[in-house]
């Protein structure tokens, strides 16, 4: 029956594993020098709820890890990652199998030998092909994201090395023993058999002399590379850090920084590699330097200095300057901002997360540049002077705007409406939350008045705060300053908590996520729903029937804060496409890979960076390229962007969903 010897023509093949063992000691031991580093971090809480996070990450293993889902986003590097991905997985089967029946005595035989023996082969070449993909683009086309190191050119060649020397380890066995006598068995190893064809002319003591040498020279090199990857904690590492990472990934919401009390802090944001916490600086290994996040960035897309990749490989850099004065180390390590990362960088973010989206390990950015601003702002007093204009209003005035409309008052919009404005003492379920931009700027104004008579239309019973509402705090903690945060978020909970206030409607996805997803860790838990969630929720009630024709071809332009950091990107859809002759095309990029406004992390305030595109005006040219009439999005600084980027109003209209549905409106039931 068709069979093999495990150890044919091998003496003390056992020392192979001695041999792997201690390599893999030495890699353990590296790997915990790695860690120690790791904990010099601030304690994270995402060692908590470990039962949650098993089932999570069961859950992301079989979506993320074993389809690939990320990585498939770009088709030939996410194609490459996955058969390099299960060439790995089948040939770690094929060996423990092989060292078991080894061991155990029972021995595969016949058919299901035959089967082994080639699935076994298939998975190198799995391999051989991704290696030889991952050649391709890293060295012959070189895309502009993607930063090749002398560890990339090590792994590939010996990971090459390692299963050709096998291919020839096989090959030599079957022209000694198989290829003549059983010439059928040896086809069902393709890759051996190759190379047996080219042996067959050897004697038996050269094939036996060839094999042997062979044979321990590929042991060697495979214990070399687990050696390599453990002294130098190469790139074969993120095979361990990567899942790592992934378990202990936020299982909160996107982007919230960690609450800072200010009156008792010693650290103000992050100035040093330690004051990262331990998780943080596991991310840093956990990158692998792929580039993903930094195709996908609209900061780096536009001609801006901020790399998302490049920003965590310097902050890399900084924690192994750490790690090389020893783990042990307790005194100060290099100042962070400076060269590499530097403030423009740092300011360039517009916390869109389309950067984590991307990211296949799930590394996280965004509190990082947070992290680092909070420093710059509360510690070193340091912004750019349009963000200081921004803050200061904000504290002078209760909102970030300047010019003309912060000389407004919050309720002149309500004049001449009937409005259930709260007073003192008043109690109301319901709080239509208006935010600045909707109370403040004449264009969102509109959308605002729009928006209320929606709702009365269908018979929602709310109330606006007028005068009493001030600004969600939004801007000042994305541009790090905390402490202005933290007063507005604890004003605008007691405001809620004295009017008994349940449930909160907002038309701006920036106030939707820091209320719903934010607020609960100030003591401020409500009903947060953002208005496209409330009208999908009353047309399937029947109590807002949307039936007049809207004769027009429109894209949808998903909010950051409302897609990536919510999740919400049905509802909108669905209730655009339920309106009379509508007809919706959407952008290349869309729905998760939605290309930000420019607006997001205070950059509605925060004056562009000279020499640099708008990034509004790039996501123009994604609407243009649709060839629709008219961009619909549900967001006010989404409006705002695209009104002042547009320079031919009359071929392109930009619209909030909230005007396509009242134009659609028909009396509630």
Known sequence: ???????????????????????????????????????LGRPDECAKEIGKRIGVFIRTTIVDVFFHRKFLRQPFSGTM????????????????????????????????????????????????????????????????????????????????????????IEGLRQAATEISPHPDWAVWSPGGWVFAKIFIDL???????????????????????????????????HLIVSPLNIFFRSLGPVGAPTPIDIEKAEILGVGE????????????????????????CPAWATGKPLSPRKLVQDLKGHMLHLSSNSADSHESSLPLIGEAPNEAEIWACTTCAACQEAC??????????????????????????????????????????????????????T??????????????????????????????????LSLTRVLKAAGVDFAILGEAETCCGDPARRAGYEFQFQLMAEQNIEIF???????????????????????????????????????????KQGRLSLSKEVKTVLTYHDPCYLGRYNGIYSEPRKILQGIPQVRIKEMRRSRERSFCCGGGGGHMWIEEQPGTQKISQRRIEDVLNTGVDTVVTS???????????????????????????????????
């Open 203 to 237: 004697s038996e003591g050269t094939l036996r002399s060839w094999h042997k040498f062979l044979w321990w020279f590929h042991s060697a090199l495979t214990v070399g590379v687990i050696l390599y990857s453990g002294l130098t904690f190469s790139k074969l590492q």
């Open 81 to 168: 990652h996955l058969i390099i991905f299960w060439g790995f997985v089948i040939l770690l089967l094929a060996s423990a199998v092989d060292a078991i029946s080894y061991y155990s005595g029972y021995h595969i035989q016949g058919t299901p030998y035959l089967w082994f023996s080639l699935i076994s082969d298939f998975g190198g070449f799995l391999i051989l092909l991704g290696i030889l993909m991952a050649a391709l683009r890293r060295y012959v086309w070189k895309p502009r994201s993607l930063n090749s190191l002398l560890d990339d050119g090590i792994v590939l060649s010996s990971l090459t090395a390692i299963l050709i020397t096998g291919y020839m």
């Open 360 to 413: 296949p390990v799930y590394v996280e950015h965004i509190l990082k540049v947070i992290d680092l601003r909070r420093h710059l702002v509360l510690a070193q007093n340091k912004m750019p002077e349009s963000a200081q204009l921004m803050l200061r209003n904000m504290q002078m005035r209760g909102h970030p705007w300047a010019g003309a409309q912060s000389l407004r008052l919050r309720g002149d919009w």
């Open 635 to 669: 967001c006010p600084y989404c409006l705002q962007m695209f009104e002042e980027s547009i320079e031919n109003k009359d071929s392109l209209k930009v619209k909030d969903l909230i005007e396509i549905v009242e134009s659609s409106l028909k009396k509630s039931s």
């Open 1 to 39: 029956m068709a069979s093999r010897e495990v150890f044919w023509n091998i003496t003390y093949g056992y020392v192979v594993y001695v041999l792997a063992a201690i390599g893999i000691a030495i890699w353990l031991y590296g790997f915990y020098q790695r860690y120690r580093v790791w904990r």
């Open 497 to 539: 908590k004295s009017h008994h206030i349940q449930e909160i409607i907002t038309s701006c996805p920036h106030c939707f996520n820091i209320i719903k997803n934010e607020y609960p860790k100030y003591g401020g838990e409500f009903r947060v729903l953002h208005y496209t969630q409330l009208l999908w929720g009353l047309i």
């Open 415 to 448: 004049t001449g409406l009937d409005l259930n404005l709260l007073g003192e003492g008043n109690h109301v379920n319901t709080l239509l939350w208006v935010g600045c931009t909707g109370a403040l700027i004449d264009r969102n104004v509109e959308v605002t």
């Open 273 to 296: 590699i330690k004051d990262f916490t331990w998780k943080q600086l596991l991310d840093l290994d956990a990158c692998t330097n792929c580039g993903r996040c930094e195709d996908n």
